[in-house]
């Protein structure tokens, strides 16, 4: 076979196309003389591609015609492009035609296809004049056999009009649902149902809109031999491939819980036999303009993940089927993929039969794709879809398994008054007819190309998708819903947390990101501006953040501040989601009260405020190292509480209240190890351990079993420990009894932290050292002689920190390694209460 790559930028070229709605005007027809009269005549037109695959954006960025819609609120400023048609042309050289020939009695036909690997979105193709292709998918490869009198010797052209995506949604959502009606979808234009299109980018509640389009993956020809013949061999190699291959047996085990009994089942991952708590993040695409994302991208992004003891990357059904870079190194990393097909909140229109014919294509081919990754773990059909036909109180009905889901109800009007459909089936009574794909479509498809587990959503299971003991959960009540304080996620548990909103608990991003995307307007620097909102896309914000981070701490005014304090409540509602929920994992098939969580989300596909924990430049939030304390392969734990009873049931002026410390460690290790466990409590005030009668200092030889959290203490303590004189800080820290070595620590405080009276600066008397330790490694020394909460480093100019918000008991050295060192770099610091 020959393959001949058409994804070279100097064959390619673009321009708007006319204003018409039908730009296929103003191409060339398969007459030779208009042919020739239409490409002088649109010659002058064009424009070369700056890069190969390409967007618009990125092309009309390149030549000044749009500003940046990263920077300020220029994001405003580009959405006509998203409403306008674009033409992509590519002039290319065949050298020799594809030929037929005999030979010993056999006759041997060349044949050629041309392969688009990805068109975003709604693209008419033309070759040397004849119409070849209608695309209506982004996430499908359009291969087009081309007659043997489609190409020639010599110069060849191909033509791309690309429609807009925007419009032609509005038109098939008309078309189904009739003017000005729509069905639900959480997030971007309800049309969007109707278009396979990456969904977020109509905009989400953490990206902006744009509306992209162009040839988004590489084009080439392919010239090849069909035919059949007896194949003989006498020992002599005739032919081999060579590949890349994993081995592994993965599955999801769901028993009954035993230890101790509960009701349910788990959700539970198994590789090679092992149970293992799924911790890890929700992945959404790495840019807007997806023509930026790089194997390089991939690779940093991933490696931060590994390195921040993660186990499983979900790629979250908003987005794209990523490129196989992205699950070659999972594969490599040993990262487990949980991978959604691309529907998200929404009620889409599986009752229109080219809607079906078109996803059933998609899913098949994303299917055979992916299946040889051993990276591959599970396959689910929707993102939230579920969640709406409940909210939005669809005709759906769980417990239904056998009736007729296709067409919805709205049909029936628009049948009895003769409103005529192409690809119209018959009217049923339902109005959430994409339930036919995910239960019975998709998983035939996955059943008879692979032997991925198949799951129908996420969430899903149960009689109600909030259901905590049977399939997974998305665990919102931190953020939307009832607003909960993000100290009670030990109670918003399942057996399977695969989405959790990490923000009221949002964090803002690096101030120097904050910088960049302000871009010089100096006048837009403070929290509230215009600015800021446009790079906050979450609905009520303001006034969500301004909560969690009032009812938690004190915080200050400026820019800096805002941005710590953010960060500061994200981390702790990471850790402490984290650590509550691997609690629950006691070890076995059995005991697996929840088997992972998936926070939401890990990355940005812009600069902005949002649920992340590395933003988008790659600097990682306390969250991020907040998160992998907490997935350590040995965690220590603990929790501090109050509990308040009343003797007289007659009486609330009477009462005894007891405040307790405990603690525990989860490992993911293989094998048992014996640690030493010390607890020690310090005044806030003073540094201080307790006088006689008051001191907690407690340390023991533990021997944790692997694979599993184990309970260890719990300690009352005096009350006045919560006392703005008089608290206490209580530090846990675990080290391993043979070598010493440190694996874990962990500090309780009083709580909420705004009521605490914080020592000075000069009282704390924090010490920081850095020393470098080979050509552009370092490490940094902390002490402080008071206790510490939530301090982070800053380096100038930048480096890679593999550990930042750290809290410090007094007199206990930690110690920071740092990457990327570079001479004259300067540290500085900030902490809560300075």
């Not at 097909?341 to 809607?355: E, K």
């Not at 548990?493 to 959790?500: D, I, N, P, Q, W």
């Not at 710590?564 to 994200?570: K, R």
């Not at 998160?627 to 965690?635: F, I, S």
Request: aromatic letters at 12%.
């Amino acid at each position: 076979m020959r393959v001949q790559s058409l994804s070279y930028p100097l064959l390619w070229s673009w321009r708007r196309a006319p204003s018409t709605h039908d730009a296929s005007l103003s191409l060339p027809l398969s007459s030779t003389a208009h042919q020739q009269l239409s490409l002088s005549q649109d010659e002058a037109g064009f424009r070369p591609v700056a890069q190969f695959p390409s967007v618009i954006h990125e092309e009309l960025l390149a030549v000044g015609e749009i500003p940046d819609p990263f920077l300020g609120r220029n994001e405003e400023a580009v959405q006509w492009v998203g409403e306008a048609d674009w033409i992509y042309r590519c002039e290319f050289e065949v050298e020799r035609l594809p030929e037929k020939r005999s030979k010993d009695g056999e006759h041997e036909e060349e044949k050629a296809d041309l392969v688009f690997e990805g068109l975003d979105t709604f693209a008419t193709a033309y070759l040397n004049g004849d119409k070849i292709l209608e695309a209506d998918n982004m996430f499908r490869e359009w291969r087009v056999p081309i007659r043997p009198s489609g190409l020639r010797r010599g110069r060849n052209s191909l033509y791309f009009v690309f429609h807009s995506a925007f419009r032609r949604g509005r038109e098939l959502q008309t078309q189904v649902l009739g003017r000005n009606k729509s069905w639900p979808a959480w997030n971007g234009d309800p049309s969007r149902l109707f278009v396979r299109k990456a969904q977020y980018q109509y905009g989400w509640d953490w990206g902006p809109t744009l509306m992209t389009a162009g040839p988004w993956r590489p084009v080439r020809l392919e010239v090849y031999r069909s035919r059949i013949v007896d194949l003989r061999s006498t020992g002599e190699v005739l032919d081999s491939v060579t590949r890349r291959v994993g081995f592994r047996r993965l599955r999801v085990a769901r028993h009954r819980l035993e230890h101790p009994p509960q009701p349910g089942h788990t959700f539970l991952f198994e590789v090679n036999n092992v149970p293992f708590f799924s911790g890890g993040s929700n992945w959404i695409p790495i840019d807007s303009i997806l023509t930026r994302a790089t194997k390089s991208r991939y690779g940093r992004w991933l490696k931060l993940a590994k390195a921040g003891n993660q186990k499983m990357i979900r790629v979250w059904g908003g987005g794209i089927y990523e490129d196989e870079a992205f699950y070659k190194l999972c594969d490599e990393l040993g990262l487990l993929v949980w991978q959604d097909f691309m529907f998200a909140c929404g009620a889409y229109p599986a009752q229109v039969d080219d809607f079906r014919a078109n996803v059933e294509a998609e899913v098949d081919a994303v299917v055979k794709r992916l299946r040889t990754h051993p990276s591959l773990a599970i396959f689910a059909g929707n993102n939230e879809d579920y969640q709406i036909a409940e909210a939005e109180k669809l005709e759906y009905d769980p417990e239904d398994e056998t009736g007729d889901w296709l067409v919805c109800s709205a049909y029936i009007e628009k049948v009895s008054s003769s409103y005529l459909f192409a690809s119209l089936s018959l009217p049923q009574r339902t109005n959430f007819p994409a339930r036919e794909l995910y239960e019975r479509v998709f998983p035939g498809i996955v059943q008879a190309n692979s032997d991925t587990f198949y799951w129908p959503g996420s969430p899903w299971g149960g009689k109600s998708t909030r259901d905590q003991v049977e399939g997974d959960v998305h665990v919102w009540d931190v953020w939307h819903g009832s607003q909960l304080p993000y100290q009670d996620y030990g109670q918003l548990s399942g057996r399977f947390v695969s989405e959790f909103g990490a923000y009221r608990m949002q964090g803002a991003p690096s101030v120097r990101t904050i910088d960049a995307f302000l871009a010089g307007e100096t006048s837009e620097r403070f929290t509230q501006s215009k600015t800021m909102d446009a790079h906050n896309k979450a609905v009520g914000h303001a006034r969500r953040l301004a909560t969690y981070v009032a009812e938690n701490i004190r915080a200050g005014t400026s820019l800096e501040d805002n941005v710590y304090a953010t960060q500061f409540v994200q981390a702790e509602a990471v850790h402490s989601a984290f650590s509550s929920w691997r609690r629950k994992f006691r070890g076995g098939v059995e005991g697996a009260e929840c088997a992972g969580a998936l926070v939401w989300q890990l990355n940005d596909v812009w600069p902005c405020t949002s649920w992340s924990i590395v933003d988008y430049f790659l600097r990682p939030k306390p969250a991020y190292f907040a998160m992998k304390r907490a997935l350590a392969p040995l965690a220590l734990s603990g929790r501090r509480s109050t509990e308040k009873t009343f003797p007289d049931p007659t009486s609330v002026a009477d009462f005894v209240e007891k405040t307790h410390v405990e603690f525990w460690v989860a490992s993911s290790e293989l094998e048992e190890r014996e640690v030493i466990i010390k607890v020690v409590g310090y005044e806030l005030s003073t540094g201080q351990r307790l006088v006689s009668g008051r001191m907690l200092h407690e340390r023991w030889t533990q021997v944790v079993r692997p694979n599993e959290a184990v309970e260890l203490r719990r300690f009352t303590v005096p009350n006045d420990w919560n006392d703005v004189k008089t608290a206490v800080v209580v530090f846990g820290k675990l080290t391993d009894a043979e070598t010493g070595e440190t694996l874990s620590r962990v500090s309780l405080w009083p709580e909420p932290f705004k009521y605490l009276a914080f020592p000075s600066e000069a009282d704390t008397d924090i010490n920081v050292s850095l020393a470098r330790r080979g050509q552009d490694i370092g490490e940094i020394r902390i002490t402080a002689q008071r206790p510490v909460k939530g301090l982070v480093l800053n380096l100038e100019p930048e480096a890679e920190l593999d550990d930042n918000f750290l809290d410090l008991a007094p007199g206990d050295e930690q110690m920071v390694l740092v990457k990327g060192l570079r001479k004259g770099t300067q540290v500085s610091w900030r902490h809560l209460g300075n």
